[in-house]
């Protein structure tokens, strides 16, 4: 089946360092979203990008699609302590079921 | 607007024992329905997947069963838990290729 793999598996930043987190796909993929989980908490959806070569940003954080739609990337300028915690990529599969990446844990040290 | 209800949030069973999770969904109608379970510090395992009432597609091979007995209830459950059961259960919705609202999350202990 289809497989959604995230690196780095950890990050251990000093606040005010940047981050970026990198998902890969196999096969092509028709959109990729992006989550976040805070420690002891559920995963909260940040975005979704459909289009080749897609660029979106969320003040610090920038998210981007691949142009062959096979990987996507998550990068946060000068983290904060309230930036902790595993951000997730997910991707729907060709029966519309969605798999979740690996999963990047990040922890940002003040 | 839309909204996900799951309990308990936490649960302490001795191995052995029968084990009930549910999760309901209100504002939407026709979701997509997830089970995930999370061991510490780890990614998102699938467990089960349900596409309309009674339809339930099994991830992987385990101890639990799921059901859907109506549009927008989901049940995990499970004869007799193992250690290995142990983990943070989450339930999800979507629909068709859009964003996944999860629940609280069930953390459960078996002992």
């Known amino acids: 089946g289809q497989q959604v793999m995230q690196i780095p598996q950890y990050q251990h930043v000093q606040e005010g360092e940047d981050f970026t987190t990198y998902c890969n796909s196999s096969?092509?993929?028709?959109?990729i979203q992006w989550y976040k989980q805070r420690p002891g908490g559920h995963p909260v959806f940040l975005i979704q990008l459909v289009k080749s070569g897609e660029v979106k940003k969320q003040k610090r954080l920038t998210f981007q699609f691949g142009e062959a739609k096979k990987n996507s990337s998550l990068h946060i300028t000068a983290t904060q302590t309230t930036d902790v915690g595993t951000y997730f990529c997910a991707a729907a599969d060709n029966t519309d079921k969605l798999i979740f990446g690996t999963g990047t844990r990040l922890q940002v040290f003040p | 607007s839309q909204t996900i209800h799951q309990w308990p949030a936490t649960l302490v069973q001795p191995v052995g024992s029968p084990l009930s999770l549910e999760c309901t969904v209100e504002g939407t109608s026709n979701p997509n329905l997830y089970w995930y379970r999370q061991a510490a510090g780890r990614g998102l395992q699938l467990l089960f997947y349900s596409v309309g009432i009674g339809q339930i597609s099994s991830e992987v091979p385990q101890n639990l069963s799921a059901s859907r007995p109506q549009d927008r209830q989901f049940i995990l459950s499970s004869k007799k838990l193992l250690l290995s059961d142990s983990g943070f259960y989450l339930c999800?919705?979507?629909?068709?290729?859009?964003?996944?609202?999860f629940g609280q999350g069930t953390r459960l202990t078996v002992v």
């Open positions: 096969t092509t993929l028709s959109n």
């Open positions: 999800a919705h979507n629909r068709q290729l859009a964003e996944a609202f």
